[in-house]
T-cell receptor, first 114, second 115 residues
Framework: AQTVTQSQPEMSVQEAETVTLSCTYD???????LFWYKQPPSRQMILVIR??????QNATENRFSVNFQKAAKSFSLKISDSQLGDAAMYFC???????????FGGGTRLMVKP | DAGVIQSPRHEVTEMGQEVTLRCKPI?????LFWYRQTMMRGLELLIY????????DSGMPEDRFSAKMPNASFSTLKIQPSEPRDSAVYFC?????????????FGSGTQLSVL
């Protein structure tokens, strides 16, 4: 079974600075998908960024980028130029190749200081 | 604690049948959430409860979907009648809402296939 580990329960960053959230996972599959979700107070889960394991290039979405290290099974999220609105819970998630099993990490609470 | 428990793990049914998904939240958690995950739409919040009371059901796709939480330790998500487009993985999550430790704890999900 796949497992996803977020080793940082909480992180804090100064506004306009850069922060990196860690995520590691364990799998025996070679093809899969990885996600970072943001959970604001609305409890909705907002997809921040997505990475296909077969792609070597790291995904990027505006101020959000990932460092995907397939051999190390690491999938960290970097947020550049942090904004107050980035404050939220962030979940790392693994989706198996068949697309029918989504496994979440424990979450990291990000605080942004003005 | 055993975590959030969902049942069944897999459900295969025929179009038109009633489907009931079940969830047991973590003891002591006062918020419960139902999410639906598809490849096309990602993770969608369907409904959530605080202290057994539905707070926001705006994500429930249509009248065929209903959710109940008769007590603090049990919730159901019902689809009647089911349709093939309902095929997805449905997640339940619970949270100690309003506390310093507030965050979501997810169940393993129920994979629903409607034929």
């Amino acid at each position: 079974a796949q497992t996803v580990t977020q080793s940082q329960p909480e992180m804090s960053v100064q506004e306009a600075e850069t922060v990196t959230l860690s995520c590691t996972y364990d799998t025996s599959e070679s093809d899969y998908y990885l996600f970072w979700y943001k959970q604001p107070p609305s409890r909705q889960m907002i997809l921040v960024i997505r990475q296909e394991a077969y792609k070597q290039q790291n995904a990027t979405e505006n101020r959000f980028s990932v460092n995907f290290q397939k051999a190390a099974k690491s999938f960290s999220l970097k947020i550049s130029d942090s904004q107050l609105g980035d404050a939220a819970m962030y979940f790392c998630a693994y989706l198996n190749n068949a697309g029918n099993m989504l496994t979440f990490g424990g979450g990291t609470r990000l605080m942004v200081k003005p | 604690d055993a975590g959030v428990i969902q049942s069944p793990r897999h459900e295969v049914t025929e179009m038109g049948q009633e489907v009931t998904l079940r969830c047991k939240p973590i003891s002591g958690h006062n918020s419960l959430f139902w999410y639906r995950q598809t490849m096309m739409r990602g993770l969608e919040l369907l409904i959530y409860f605080n202290n057994n009371v539905p707070i926001d059901d705006s994500g429930m796709p249509e009248d065929r979907f209903s959710a109940k939480m008769p007590n603090a330790s049990f919730s159901t998500l019902k689809i009647q009648p089911s349709e093939p487009r309902d095929s997805a993985v449905y997640f339940c999550a619970s949270s100690p809402y309003g506390t310093e430790n507030e965050k979501l704890f997810f169940g393993s999900g129920t994979q629903l296939s409607v034929l």
